[in-house]
């Protein structure tokens, strides 16, 4: 069929080359112009990729992360968690098992901003999520001894089967050591491809999981369908994480309105000290419908 005799009764964003407004130059360009290719093919073939602390921030950064965690924990429950004692089952249990989950944290300290905007974080998920994406929850988490372990699951909130593109992604700052003793996260390497969540049976099977074996001050990045979860902590002391979770732009916050969305919370004063991505990524600027419309033809918008 050539151009004459196709019928002209579709959208007509489709008709002609895909125009994204240079979205996939810009976004492409940029994981190359930081070097980041083989942390965004390995998020393509097994669904996840660490970040070295080299890759993240100067030294320091991430120590200073972990303490004011650690300052903010104690102002919740009145003490301080230890970082390498403490054998006692913690007090604390969450659906991600035994931790203490401080929801509020990108209040406390302009660290915090200036984790969610780093650089080759923000690249990688962009190349997951397109521009438009949403930083839909940043958690501390502190998570000590006990028996729970967290079955694997994917972070996609849509039912199967998935898109198979990512919708959603987590970025997690390893603040401490992680491996299978310290309560690390494992994965199914390439299980993003099955397009699904794992069935109950499917979810506690174990066996042929993989565990990262990564240094404080890493970050580990994961695609939302890779099925994933969470060996229980059988060491003293605590893993100290940030979980920051991303997602396409009409997916809706994971914030409790008890806590507020950050569109509502975030401050003019956050919004002028950061670049102007950073209110696109707090649901605060959203485009208009022509924005939308070349969104439906591109991964990268
Ligand atoms: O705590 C972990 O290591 C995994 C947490 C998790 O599955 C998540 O944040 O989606
Ligand atoms: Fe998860």
Known sequence: MNEMTRPMVCNPVILGPVDDRGAAARVLGRIAELGLQK????????????LTPD???????????????????????????????????????????????????LFTDRAF????????????????LGESCLMTAMNAVVKGPGPEYLPLHVDTPEPSPLPPYATTANVTWL??????????TFFLPGSNRWYRAPMYPESIDLEPVVTPEVPAGSVLIWHGN??????????????????????????????????????????DEMLARNPERFAV????KRGDVCDEQHRRTSMFA
């Open 39 to 50: 942390n965004a093919w390995e998020i393509d073939t097994f669904g996840y990729t660490v």
């Open 175 to 184: 603040l401490t050591d992680y491996d299978k003793a310290n309560g690390g």
């Open 113 to 128: 901003e200036q984790a969610m905007m780093n650089d080759n974080i923000l690249a990688l998920v962009t190349y997951m």
């Open 226 to 267: 890779v099925w994933h979860g969470a060996w229980p902590r059988t060491t003293p002391g605590v893993r100290v994480s940030l979980l920051t979770y991303f997602a396409r732009y009409y997916i809706r916050d994971q914030r409790d309105d008890a806590v507020g969305h950050y569109s509502e919370r975030v401050t």
């Open 55 to 105: 890759q993240v921030a100067p030294a320091g950064f991430t120590d200073g992360l972990r303490d004011h965690i650690l300052d903010e924990a104690a102002k919740v429950s009145g003490e301080r968690p230890s970082l390498d004692s403490g054998t006692q089952d913690s007090p604390f249990l969450t659906f991600l098992g035994r931790t203490q989950f401080l929801p509020e944290i």
């Open 281 to 284: 990524l707090a649901g605060k």
